[in-house]
């Protein structure tokens, strides 16, 4: 329960503070700060599927994480720091080529290592872990 609750509160602040971002544009929003919101959107729904998710197992008398969610999640982040790399990579390969402000670039950077994240926990609970 203790790690339910600021999982919670983290989406809900980077909801909130992303509802703020949009109303506080005076001008329109570009195309890549509209992709951006809707990838932070998605990111964030998948926070609160994995909070319900163990809310939903604190309320049966289940563990919230048990051993295989826990290798899940962490098999997901060490390949995705080795992906991240290679984003990182390309990013900068990128700066040299394409007019874009280095904001925009660093948020799709980022951006890009939680979708990479999310991708890879959904594959490795889809897949499974062979050595687990």
Do not use: C, H, N
């Not at 203790?2 to 980077?14: A, D, G, Q, R, T």
């Not at 925009?104 to 926990?121: A, P, R, T």
């Amino acid at each position: 329960m203790k790690k339910i609750v600021p999982l919670i509160i983290v989406s809900v602040l980077v909801l909130v503070t992303g509802f703020y971002w949009i109303m506080q544009s005076d001008r329109g929003l570009p195309l890549a700060e509209m992709v951006q919101g809707i990838i932070i959107v998605l990111l964030v729904l998948f926070g609160f599927y994995i909070a319900f998710s163990r809310l939903k197992s604190v309320r049966r008398g289940e563990p919230a994480e048990d051993e295989m969610s826990k290798k899940i999640l962490q098999r997901a982040a060490a390949v995705s720091y080795y992906v991240s790399l290679y984003i990182w990579v390309g990013i900068i390969f990128l700066l040299d080529r394409v007019e874009m402000e280095t904001e925009v670039l660093l948020g799709s950077g980022i951006l890009g290592m939680g979708i990479v994240w999310v991708l890879l926990v959904l594959f490795f609970r889809w897949k499974g872990l062979r050595d687990a």
